[in-house]
């Protein structure tokens, strides 16, 4: 039976489809579940031969795409930019056939958004909806058979890309001196790992061991988005906040930091790891310390750049980064170096030498 009736609740429908299931509830009468379930299964039979033809809906797609981004962990900045831009592109074109849109609809849909919004705006929708659609045509996916954001070239800019500041071991003392208490032992975790902030949100105790001193980290952060462990080995300062957050922990909890939280699609309460950034806290802190607002991320360029300026080896540095590839802490490193001044050191001590000495 496809359609069944709930005591106090309505009529709901309920069948499978290739292996997927398709529900919905409640209807007030079993003709309007009817209705709607006749109306899902020709969208489930349309959906099911577009996708065999290697085709899909621009908002399956883009569904698709957003659900993958949760669950691989990637930034809830990311996530947000991909979301408005999916949002944008479907209120552009609307919720038509991949195949259907071309690569000048899709040039064209850029330079609206370059006339309304600037460049960096265009250059940040080309960006993830090229990636998006990328992803939709790989091997594993094979959703559609043509990205029409290939190819398009990036929108010329004259805004200056500000230089990002990056804290000092000062500064950092007076942020966590300047946090609430709850939040203290989150910031020591993000600074003594030199974390991704994410990394740090699904860390779980049985990737703690007190007894080699070291945590293992997961990341996706790599060419082909698998899941990547490393160890950073434990400072003391944080044997001392992990030892204390262990003693008071949850048993029942796998994760070394958790949240609880109303989950829209499940409406119930859900416990699990955070899968946000706590900008709004690190704002406030900033605030408080009377510092300039750093990110997360600048908490590991900060780290960085004490290991670099007292002499720590590069590949100790990359491993600890948990870069894949060296090139990328080297740039990473020359960032943070400040190679101008060194270089007008040098040319200050050279020009300023006795000229009676030049040939």
């Known amino acids: 039976m ?5 005591a106090g609740k309505g009529y709901r429908y309920d069948f499978m489809a290739k292996g997927k299931r398709h529900t919905k509830a409640w209807f007030k009468t079993k003709r309007a579940a009817k209705a709607a379930e006749a109306e899902k299964r ?13 085709d899909m809906d621009l908002l399956d797609l883009l569904n698709l795409r957003l659900d993958y981004l949760l669950e691989r962990a990637y930034s809830d900045s990311h996530y947000k930019k991909s979301k408005y831009a999916a949002q944008r592109l479907l209120d552009y074109l609307g919720n038509v056939p991949c195949s259907t849109i071309t690569r000048l609809m899709a040039d064209e849909f850029l330079m609206d958004r370059v006339k309304a919004n600037g460049p960096v705006a265009g250059n940040n929708d080309l960006k993830v909806l090229r990636a998006a659609f990328s992803w939709a045509t790989k091997r594993g996916q094979r959703f559609i058979q043509e990205n029409p954001f290939a190819g398009l070239e990036s929108f010329p800019s004259d805004k200056p890309k500000e230089k990002k500041l990056t804290p000092t071991s000062a500064e950092l003392d007076r942020i966590i001196a300047a946090a609430k208490p709850e939040n203290r032992a989150y910031l020591w975790v993000l600074r003594e790992t030199l974390a ?13 061991s007190f007894k080699d001193r070291y945590v293992e980290l997961k990341t996706y952060k790599n060419k082909n988005r698998e899941p990547v462990l ?3 080995p434990m400072t003391d300062k944080l044997y001392e906040v992990l030892s204390e957050l262990y003693a008071e922990r949850d048993p029942d909890k796998e994760w070394v930091f958790w949240t609880r939280g109303y989950n829209p699609k499940t409406r119930k309460m859900e416990e699990g790891p955070y899968k946000k950034g706590r900008y709004k806290m690190l704002k406030t802190t900033c605030e408080n310390a009377k510092v300039d607002y750093y990110s997360f991320h600048r908490f590991r360029a900060s780290g960085a750049s004490v290991m670099d300026n007292n002499g720590a ?3 100790g540095i990359q491993r600890v980064l948990g ?15 400040d190679v101008e001044r060194d270089a007008m050191d040098v040319y200050e001590r050279e020009s300023r030498k006795d000229d009676s000495k030049v040939a």
Do not use: C, N
């Open 230 to 232: 490393r160890q950073v």
């Open 323 to 337: 870069h894949a590839d060296r090139r990328s802490t080297e740039i990473y490193l020359e960032r943070l170096r």
């Open 42 to 54: 020709k969208e489930v039979k349309r959906q099911l031969a577009m996708a065999a033809q290697g």
């Open 2 to 6: 496809t359609v069944y009736f709930k």
């Open 196 to 208: 991704r902030s994410i990394e740090v949100h699904r860390l779980k105790w049985k990737r703690v």
């Open 313 to 315: 080896l590069l590949p």
